[in-house]
Nanobody, 129 residues
């Protein structure tokens, strides 16, 4: 049983920062991918960032590269998304997700939503101009 709970969303001005948290509970394999996805009204859900929990390798969408940082704190069983230099186009509901099962270290984490079988409830991020 896996449960993911996001927090940290809110409203900020363009150029501001937010730090999202994803608290994990239940059985979590050490070798999987944790991803952050977002969905804005009228748009498809898109992958933002992912981290390989077995080793810490990170992956980013081009749209957020250099601005967002995904990280993990194993002691707290939590994954974070630090979002800097926020833009209005970053406005969306942000979801934390976990891949369906074991993920090999030889395979890069994907930003494709279909690979992720566990999802949090989402946290809203709104960036005003």
């Amino acid at each position: 049983q896996v449960q993911l709970v996001e927090s940290g969303g809110g409203s900020v001005q363009a150029g501001g920062s937010l730090r999202l948290s994803c608290a994990k509970s239940g059985y979590i394999d050490s070798s999987n991918c944790m991803g952050w996805f977002r969905q804005a009204p009228g748009k498809e859900r898109e992958g933002v960032a992912a981290i390989y929990t077995g080793g810490g390798s990170t992956y980013y969408a081009d749209s957020v590269k250099g601005r967002f940082t995904i990280s993990q704190d194993n002691a707290k069983n939590t994954v974070y998304l630090q979002m800097n230099s926020l833009k209005p186009e970053d406005t969306a509901m942000y979801y934390c997700a976990k891949t369906r099962g074991y993920w090999s270290a030889s395979d890069s984490c994907t930003l494709v939503a279909s690979a992720y079988g566990y999802w949090g409830q989402g946290t809203q991020v709104t960036v005003s101009s």
